[in-house]
């Protein structure tokens, strides 16, 4: 796991020069503090009509396997191709077998070296070949061209900046700051739109109008100044499984276990996440089961009960015989938002980075590698809002009752202000029946409903968006990719698409990699997701209840207390914390003179959210969180 920068340019005016690229290089420390490396190749013009780009690249190790010899960046036998990789290539033995076999060789022993012979024997084909987590760079002299590729599901990040003459890559934005200060100054107000819709910059964009995010699962080839970017893999959402229940509930099992004995590869010690949910105690006991029974765990609580799973996580853990340490901790919100704010580069408000963050800081004290259940949830139709999809879906193919239920009296009735009363929960069902399915599923899991980001923004602002932008745009593009499917498969792939790399996958790349941790999730073993988006739905989803058919594979060999509990998620008290101590600091940066969202966004408006907020009329704490962070966000990088 490590951090990687570099440009390719074929201008003098935008070489990138050693003192740019150390500062590029040193500013993602945190990333890898094991080790740096950087190699450079100056602008070489060769005749009138030909040329050699200039080409930098940097690179921070955080040392997990072949701790000797495994530094990057690295190149093939005679030094043509060049390669600085951030992840893990979980299959590079097996392909590394295959490489020497058709005629390699190899001068390390860990998977980075894989990539470069891989690349040099299919190109761009190499990266379907690849199971791990990764953002790649590839510079290709023999073609004189930048190669960029991600994994599948977004794990890992890659932004990049193209300008005539010039590309340039990073694993962070702050990293190409560091080249080019203009940078900060240049936000898109439809990506500020976006933010304030989902509390994530949707990709490609980032919240920089000239910076994008490489998509999942793509690559990007940039050769003679002109950059073209593809995608490498999509599953087939017509593709069905062929067996019987009982085959299917065996492969799961075997499709698990092996994917979690390939995310055990490493030199230095390991653990794993553990809430005592479903997903990572599955993970937990396969670790016990394919390792070496030795697993060590890791988990928090809080000191308000509805947040505290810890008492669970303790139950799997004495249950499997795990090494297990918790920490009751007491979040410090005013002390740890300049930190999140930093690290986490433009506007990210899901406040479960919070107990994220203070849970990597904890488990790195012993370990440098940890395993986590991301994925579960999206994979097998565990969230709560998955039975909210389900039902509407039921009302929706009866037309008299879909009228009764989105008719206009739920929106009358007053709601209480604890977000997940019953009353207010159904409430909100309803006055979204009326909707079609994507916008009323994006009002369930959206911040800023369209109607509240009307009332926010100022008329300059409103003008400023482009009139054919629609935030919504993004999650329906992925719902039509589920064609066919029924609207809780749409929904649940729809998150695989847009929430879990823009949201959860960022949340843990950037909380643990802040403590030079790395974080492992065996749910999204490629192989595993193909298999299940390939069952029918009432394998996974009956009776408004879904991990089926993980209870059907694993449950035996958990404590019954797992499937029998219901969800809880991972939060903080941000309801508590804005009418105590983030009192002051949400008054003085939200309402304060010097305000710099008050450009963008009505006073009159903001001070509303917060006195509802504070008299408990209304829970506004996610949204005061993302104007928070906004606001934060334009302070730290003076935008």
Not at 90 to 108: A, D, P
Not at 286 to 305: A, C, E, L, W
Request: glycine content about 6%; aromatic content about 10%.
């Amino acid at each position: 796991m490590c951090g990687i920068t570099g440009a390719v340019w074929s201008s003098e005016r935008l070489a990138v020069n050693v003192e740019t690229l150390e500062r590029m290089t040193d500013v993602l420390r945190h990333r890898g503090p094991d080790d740096v490396g950087k190699w450079r190749s100056e602008l070489r013009h060769v005749g009138a009509s030909d040329a050699r780009p200039g080409v930098a690249l940097g690179f921070r190790r955080l040392a997990i396997l072949d701790l000797e010899t495994g530094n990057q960046p690295l190149s093939n036998e005679d030094g043509s191709v060049w390669v600085v990789f951030n992840g893990e290539i979980y299959n590079y033995r097996e392909l590394r077998r295959r490489l020497e076999g058709s005629g390699h060789h190899f001068r390390t022993r860990g998977d980075a070296e894989t990539i470069v012979h891989l690349y040099e024997d299919l190109g761009t084909d190499a990266f379907g070949l690849l199971n791990g987590m990764f953002a790649i760079a590839i510079w290709d002299s023999r073609k004189s061209r930048l190669v960029l590729a991600r994994d599948r599901m977004g794990q890992k990040p890659l932004v990049y900046h193209h300008r005539p003459g010039r590309l340039a890559f990073a694993s962070e934005l702050k990293s190409l700051l560091e080249m080019d200060e203009h940078l900060k100054r240049d936000v898109d107000p439809n990506v500020v739109d976006a933010y304030l819709t989902w509390q994530y910059v949707p990709y490609p964009q980032t919240i920089l109008a000239t910076v994008k995010k490489l998509p999942p699962a793509s690559f990007a080839v940039y050769e003679e100044d002109r950059l073209t970017v593809q995608t490498y893999w999509h599953p087939d959402p017509a593709r069905r499984f062929e067996g019987t229940y009982e085959e299917a509930v065996e492969e799961l099992r075997a499709l698990v276990d092996d994917s979690v004995r390939l995310r055990l590869q490493s030199d230095v010690p390991l653990g794993a996440f553990l809430s005592g949910g479903v997903d990572s105690s599955i993970i937990v006991g396969r670790m016990q089961k394919v390792g070496d029974g030795k697993t060590q765990t890791f988990s928090i609580g809080f000191p308000q009960g509805e947040y505290d799973e810890s008492a669970y996580a303790r139950e799997v853990a004495e249950s499997m015989g795990t090494e297990h340490l918790d920490q009751i901790v007491e979040p410090q919100a005013v002390e740890i938002l300049p930190r999140l704010v930093w690290h986490y580069d433009e506007p990210f408000a899901d406040s479960s980075a919070i107990p994220t963050w203070y849970l990597s800081e904890m488990t790195r004290r012993s370990v440098t590698v940890c395993l986590s259940g991301d994925g579960g949830d999206e994979l097998f139709l565990g969230y709560p809002r998955y039975r909210a999809a389900a039902l509407a879906e039921s009302i929706d193919a009866v037309a008299p009752l879909r009228r009764v239920f989105a008719c206009s009296l739920w929106q009358r009735l007053p709601a209480p202000a604890r977000q997940k009363s019953k009353l207010r929960q159904w409430k909100r069902f309803c006055e979204a029946l009326a909707a079609d399915p994507v916008r009323r599923y994006a009002d369930w899991i959206g911040i800023f409903g369209e109607a509240r980001r009307a009332a926010l923004y100022r008329d300059d602002f409103l003008e400023s968006l482009d009139p054919h932008h629609d935030p919504l745009a993004f999650l329906a593009a992925a719902w039509r990719e589920a064609r066919g499917r029924s609207h809780v498969e749409a929904a649940a792939w729809a998150d695989l698409r847009t929430y879990l790399p823009c949201d959860l996958m960022t949340k843990v790349d950037i909380a643990s990699m802040a403590h030079s941790l790395e974080c492992r999730q065996p749910f999204l073993d490629y192989r595993l997701i193909e298999f299940a988006l390939s069952l029918p739905r009432q394998w996974h989803f009956r009776r408004l209840k879904g991990k089926r058919m993980l209870a059907a594979a694993f449950a035996a060999d958990l404590p019954k207390s797992v499937f029998a509990r219901p969800k809880m998620g991972f939060g903080v008290p941000l309801d508590h914390w804005f009418r105590n101590e983030l009192r002051e600091m949400t008054h003085d940066l939200l309402l304060g003179a010097d305000a710099r969202i008050a450009q963008w966004f009505r006073r009159e408006e903001i001070g509303r959210l917060v006195e509802e907020h504070e008299e408990g009329v209304f829970n506004h704490a996610y949204r005061l969180w993302a104007l928070l962070i906004l606001e934060s966000w334009r302070r730290r990088w003076n935008v």
